[in-house]
Structure formats: structure tokens, C-alpha cells
């Protein structure tokens, strides 16, 4: 009986090995299988302050919203990463490229030359004119009417460049703030007279505002329009061009577009 029983024991103990080298195998398989399917996480930066390119509407959330943030995602996805965006002053954007703390930035960046020398650009992917708002009952309708006046701009932007470019025929002086939503501020509190926001943007404000009033300014034919930015001699950038040129070729780009502006491009 005590012969029968070592030798059932001795069986069980080999079975329990046996499953515990099996188990082991496939443990191995299993986690080696994971991390060939993870996907890179790059690190996106914009200015979550410039509807509807990106920002956080407080009613629905705190996410950062936007068609930079849906094209970002879409362009990800094409080139298998997978994005994390936050939140920076736009002025602070190109800095965090340099400094390699971020991958990349949509934030409806114009590649300017002086900016091309720190960071590279993707094609672009939307042109847009600049409109000059002002408050309703003291309504600016020509660039002469600046004449004397005080303008704002966001800090860094391409903006602040057409204005330093106006102030050469016109008198005026130029403020600048950290935020869109700043220009906005100073302009109903007075501070200043006018600003200078992209048109896409500032008739949003206009539509929800019914004191601020703008006229546009038609952009030059060779207005460079938005674009990524990503570190010097980035990676990223053939990679990302590639998809960008697949999106505008099978349609989806112009869907985003209307998704987000109503229209088309």
C-alpha cells in the first residue's frame, strides 16, 4: 500500500513540473507577443487655446479637442504610434522641440524661416488668412484706422510678424499675450483697440460675441499656411509626410476639414 501511494505521489509531482515548465513557456511567449504589439507613444505639445484648431471645451470636459488634435491622432495612426498631447503657451513650443521634450507640435504653426532653423516642418496641411477684430461700437474697417491705435497678438505667433509688418504703413503699437483668450480680455476691457487672429479663429469668437466685429486680411499667394513641427532632423517627419500626402490624396484630410471649419479647403 505505502508502494502504491510513493508511486502516485511520484506521479503527481511530475505532472505538477511538467505543467509548471509548460506554464513558463508560455508565459514568455505571451509577454514577448505584447511588447512587439505596443505601440511608441510620441509626445505632442500645442496652445489649447485656439478654436477649433485645439482646445477644451469646459461644458463637455477637459480633454483638448480641435482638427489638429483629430489629424494628429489619424496621422499617428497611419504611422503606428500613438499620441500624448499637452498643453503649452505657444511661445513656449518651439523651445520644448529644441529641448527634446516633445516629439512634435500641431498647433497651427506657420513654418517661417526664422522658425526652420530650429525645428523642421512638415508639408502643409491647412492656409488660413488673418482678420483684425475690434469691438463692435468702436469698429476698425481698414488698416488706416489702426493709425494711432494699439494692437494685439499671441507671443510668437505668425500673427505678431504681420503686425510688426503693418506697423512699417501704419503708426500703431503692438501688445502681445501668452493666449488668444488674453487678446480677447484686453480687447473688451480696453487695453487695446484691436487684435490680429487667424480667421478661422477669431470667427469663432465673433460668432459667440456679439460686441467683436473683423475684417480680413487677404494672405499673400506664397502665405505659407500651417504645418508640423518636429525636432531638427527628426524621424518623424518623412514618416508623418507620407501619411499627411495619403490623407490629402484618398480624402480624409478634406473630411476633417469640413468636420471641423464647415467647409472645404
Not at 501688445?175 to 483668450?181: F, L, M, W
Amino acid at each position: 500500500m505505502k508502494k502504491l501511494s510513493l508511486f502516485i505521489i511520484s506521479l503527481l509531482v511530475v505532472g505538477l513540473l511538467a505543467a509548471c515548465g509548460t506554464s513558463t513557456d508560455d508565459g514568455k511567449g505571451s509577454t514577448s507577443g505584447s511588447e512587439s504589439e505596443d505601440k511608441k507613444v510620441l509626445k505632442m505639445a500645442t496652445s489649447a487655446d485656439y478654436p477649433p484648431f485645439e482646445y477644451i471645451d469646459t461644458a463637455k470636459g477637459s480633454d483638448i479637442i480641435g482638427f489638429d488634435i483629430d489629424l494628429a491622432n489619424a496621422l499617428a495612426e497611419k504611422t503606428g504610434y500613438e499620441i500624448e498631447v499637452q498643453d503649452m503657451d505657444f511661445n513656449s513650443l518651439i523651445p520644448a522641440l529644441q529641448a527634446k521634450q516633445i516629439d512634435i507640435v500641431l498647433s497651427g504653426m506657420t513654418p517661417t524661416p526664422e522658425r526652420e532653423e530650429n525645428v523642421d516642418f512638415s508639408d502643409i496641411y491647412y492656409t488660413a488668412n488673418h482678420m483684425i477684430i475690434s469691438l463692435k461700437d468702436k469698429e476698425i474697417k481698414s488698416l488706416e484706422e489702426l493709425e494711432g491705435k494699439t494692437i494685439g497678438v499671441q507671443l510668437g505667433s505668425i500673427q505678431e510678424e504681420k503686425a510688426t509688418e503693418i506697423s512699417e504703413q501704419v503708426d500703431l503699437k503692438i501688445e502681445n499675450r501668452n493666449k488668444i483668450s488674453d487678446l480677447i480680455q484686453e480687447l473688451k476691457s480696453g487695453r487695446i483697440d484691436a487684435a490680429i487672429i487667424e480667421d478661422l479663429v477669431a470667427n469663432g469668437y465673433i460668432e459667440k460675441d456679439k460686441d467683436l466685429a473683423g475684417f480680413t486680411l487677404n494672405a499673400p499667394e506664397d502665405e505659407a499656411g500651417s504645418a508640423i513641427a518636429f525636432q531638427k532632423d527628426s524621424k518623424y517627419t518623412e514618416e508623418f509626410n507620407e501619411a499627411l500626402n495619403e490623407m490629402k490624396e484618398n480624402g480624409e484630410l478634406e473630411d476633417l476639414v469640413s468636420k471641423w471649419f464647415g467647409g472645404e479647403e
